[in-house]
T-cell receptor
């Protein structure tokens, strides 16, 4: 079975550019999560969706960040405009509903903003 | 507020040694879940185990074992006869039942290096 698929694996872009990260969750999973990982702050939850609906975006650092989930098999995380401090590894994860099922993570997108 | 502490930032062991990774958590809830995840050098996060607060039985899976002690709010992870492939960052995590979804609070991680 395919796991969570993220693209691109690596992204290098200049400050001010728009960045779009993509995620395909595991088929049938009800929840989708976006995390950011940095050395300084560890793993931070940015936003999560339940059945394609954003439930909690309190972790989104600024209005420059936005996320969408137009259907059950696709989500995007967009940064516009990007800044060097956005450089991090961004993970997407998905899980089944109920009983606090384990989250399954994608391989991550390593983002570098120059 | 819930919190997960992994006091060991980095550990180095020689191959075949046993190693224990500590995890201490804080929560006001009586019902919660604990997790361990592994992040190898390739970067992906791999789920290892989930344990609910009502199940204090220790668990063993091959060379891996977990010791859950509610009295000390600890959920420690032991690798027996460590191997180079065990080198990774290991995260302990906590999820409270009162939340409507799997909001997982991750600890800072322990970086394990197994030296051949």
């Amino acid at each position: 079975d395919a796991g969570v698929i993220q693209s691109p694996r690596h992204e290098v872009t200049e400050m001010g550019q728009e960045v779009t990260l993509r995620c395909k969750p595991i088929s049938g999973h009800d929840y989708l999560f976006w995390y950011r990982q940095t050395m300084m702050r560890g793993l931070e939850l940015l936003i999560y969706f339940n059945n394609n609906v954003p439930i909690d975006d309190s972790g989104m650092p600024e209005d420059r960040f936005s996320a969408k989930m137009p259907n059950a098999s696709f989500s995007t995380l967009k940064i516009q405009p990007s800044e060097p401090r956005d450089s991090a590894v961004y993970f997407c994860a998905s899980s089944f509903l109920g009983e606090h099922q384990p989250q399954h993570f994608g391989d991550g997108t390593r983002l570098s903003i120059l | 507020a819930q919190k997960v502490t992994q006091a060991q930032t980095e550990i180095s062991v020689v191959e075949k040694e046993d190693v224990t990774l500590d995890c201490v958590y804080e929560t006001r809830d009586t019902t919660y879940y604990l997790f361990w995840y592994k992040q190898p050098p390739s970067g992906e996060l791999v789920f290892l185990i989930r344990r609910n607060s009502f199940d204090e039985q220790n668990e063993i899976s091959g060379r891996y074992s977990w010791n859950f002690q509610k009295s000390t709010s600890s959920f420690n992870f032991t690798i027996t006869a460590s191997q180079v492939v065990d080198s990774a960052v290991y995260f302990c995590a906590l999820s409270e039942m009162k939340t409507s979804y799997d909001k997982v609070i991750f600890g800072p991680g322990t970086s394990l290096s197994v030296i051949p």
